[in-house]
């Protein structure tokens, strides 16, 4: 029990359609990541942020983008949805001052577009 | 890009036998990590090991990491039904971004 949730749980969208996916950090936590995750792969990093600004990108469009709030809850929008952002988003949070990086994942959200 | 390539890529084995994964990744890291997740869901950290690290320990898992080969091992002994899902190596390289490889799914049969 992580303490990190996401909403919504599912969504059905359509193509050149916008989303906004949501996630609440684990409390205490002031960075949150999110992922891509298509059916049978690993997750791949879409961005992720610290205290309100972004920290890293991975290899997404700028259609993907982000927030972050001073309570550390965030959100993930993508615009002009295609096929192939179908997959589950999940989102982490992770307390980065630590030495380490263990990071506490929601149960995602499974988008599907059609 | 996937940084880490877990093998193999399925595994079934018998409840109460032992189940080895293997990953090998790319570029030099600051830590390793390994997570499960059930059925598609939300990740669970399961265990860390820093790079200058050999072997680490926790409950039923054993994990290896040979930084000169990049690669490590994820040993689960005495396998539980409960322990059917799929399992990811992520590294980082210290910039505080998880890399993934694409996961072992492993399944133990009653």
């Known amino acids: 029990e992580t303490g990190v949730t996401q909403s919504p749980t599912h969504l059905i969208k359509t193509r050149g359609q916008q989303v906004t996916l949501r996630c609440s950090s684990q409390?205490?936590?002031?960075?949150v990541s999110w992922y891509q995750q298509a059916l049978g792969q690993g997750p791949q990093f879409i961005f992720q942020y610290y205290r309100e600004e972004e920290n890293g990108r991975g290899n997404f469009p700028p259609r993907f983008s982000g927030l972050q709030f001073p309570n550390y809850s965030s959100e993930l929008n993508v615009n002009a949805l295609e096929l192939d952002d179908s997959a589950l988003y999940l989102c982490a949070s992770s307390f980065r001052d630590r030495t380490y990086n263990e990071q506490f994942f929601g149960p995602g959200t499974r988008l599907t577009v059609l | 890009s996937q940084q880490g390539e877990e093998d193999p890529q399925a595994l079934s084995i018998q409840e109460g036998e032992n189940a080895t994964m293997n990953c090998s990744y790319k570029?030099?890291?600051?830590?390793l990590q390994w997570y499960r997740q059930n059925s598609g869901r939300g990740l669970v950290h399961l265990i860390l090991i820093r790079s200058n690290e050999r072997e680490k320990h926790s409950g039923r898992l054993r994990v290896t990491l040979d930084t000169s080969k990049k690669s490590s091992s994820l040993l689960i002994t005495a396998s539980r039904a409960a322990d059917t899902a799929s399992y990811f190596c992520a590294t980082d390289k210290s910039n505080y971004q998880l890399i993934w490889g694409a996961g072992t799914k492993l399944i133990i049969k009653p």
């Open positions: 409390s205490g936590h002031n960075t």
């Open positions: 570029t030099s890291i600051n830590n």
